[in-house]
């Protein structure tokens, strides 16, 4: 056997150098590169003899083999980014940062899978038995017959997972703190971390079991460690949320096996993760009754889902020699390219105000499609208008001040109607598509920047007037 040559491995991104370097050529992290023993046994492809190789029939496309049903954990967002329930033999990687409700969600599924009949096997290697007990009997799960192990050593869990009935499903949380006999670095480092994935993917292929494997990610939103486990398994869901609100969404990174595009909405109560069937409405609950000015309701579409959310925008006199521009939950360029856009095509003189912008309920929208609905908040803000109550917004704004037609317009439209919205305020292109949507909400067609401001000016100048009968009807005409 030739003798075993250690490799410095990048612990951000796998990279592996022959010497030691103090930043990563690739990634570009500094003090991340750290020497690690070659691996051997399960991470090792396995020893070939010098021999020939042996033919072995191929097959046509069409096949005979027949799709194994999936698994449904009875969870049913989860399902639904799983593109309808896990497939059996398959490795799906769970990303997400610490404390999110990675390890609440796959024991809730884990412990409806159990209750079905089929074997469901939970192997925590970060908690001990005695907690992840605790947490199963908070969320009322402690009368599911689920086999609980707290191990670390791989070749340990693939012994026990080997006998007896063949498990139908087995979740590893986490996979970093996985280690394998077979290779000589510490757990934890991307040899192991690999090793481990291999050995365990390997299994789950072999046993038919669906496999969910916890991944941490690192500050900058990666799955730690290495990039390759990303490549190794066949689904890669991110667990996201933000710590200070309640809802959570898990979408597909990757699925050999589904849709990309599917979201699931999850919210965190004192009793687990619940589904939200109806995500517009969690992120409208908390909406002011009360028109004030400065909001407005965005139509948005996360994944393939609609959801409205309502964007927040105060515009208000500076103190400061550089106005203040700060955004949450959407994207600061973005911001400036539509503030720039009011001005140069609206007619908005903003050099004199602080700006701030606010997503409300924690999401984070990146869609262009919310260029308007952050633009009408803008307007009404700046001039004192409240928009109307029963109003959406969602259009893509030009640098030429003109409003773009954006995807998924029945979509946005039918949920719009679907909460009580009557009127949609969008680009002007989506006409033949509303009609085919049906049921969706009244869309009056926005073409500019300019048309919008106008359109919000013409209210702040009604809702001034309001009170002296007279003088608003004749505004109104001039406005129509
Ligand atoms: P956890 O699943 O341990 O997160 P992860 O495995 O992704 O690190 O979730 C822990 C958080 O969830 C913790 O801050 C408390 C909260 N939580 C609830 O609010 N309700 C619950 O019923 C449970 C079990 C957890
Ligand atoms: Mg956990």
Redesign the pocket.
Known sequence: MARLRSSYVCQNCGAITQRWQGKCESCGEWNAIIEEGAALGVAAAPARRGSAGRAFPLEDLSGVSKPEPRIATGIVELDRVAGGGLVPGSATLIG??????????LIQACAAVARTGARAVYVSGEESTAQVRL?AA??GLASAPVQLAAQTLVEDIIATLASGDAPKFVVI?SIQTMWSDAIESAPGTVSQVRGSAQALIRFAKASGAALLI?GHVTKDGQIAGPRVVEHMVDAVFS?EGDGAHAFRLLRAAKNRFGATDEVGVFE?????LAEVPNPSALFLAGRDIAAAPGASVFAGVEGARPLLVEIQALVAPTSLGTPRRAVVGWEPNRLAMVLAVLESHGGLKLGQYDIYLNVAGGLRVAEPAADLAAAAALVSSLTGAPLPHDAVYFGEIALSGSVRPVAHTGLRLKEAAKLGFARAFAPPALRAESETAGAGAGATPIGSVASLVALIAAAAVESKTRGKPSERATTTTAAG
């Open positions: 997400g940062e610490p404390g999110i409700g990675k390890s609440t969600l947490r908070r969320l949380d916890v667990f965190m109560t004192g009793a687990g």
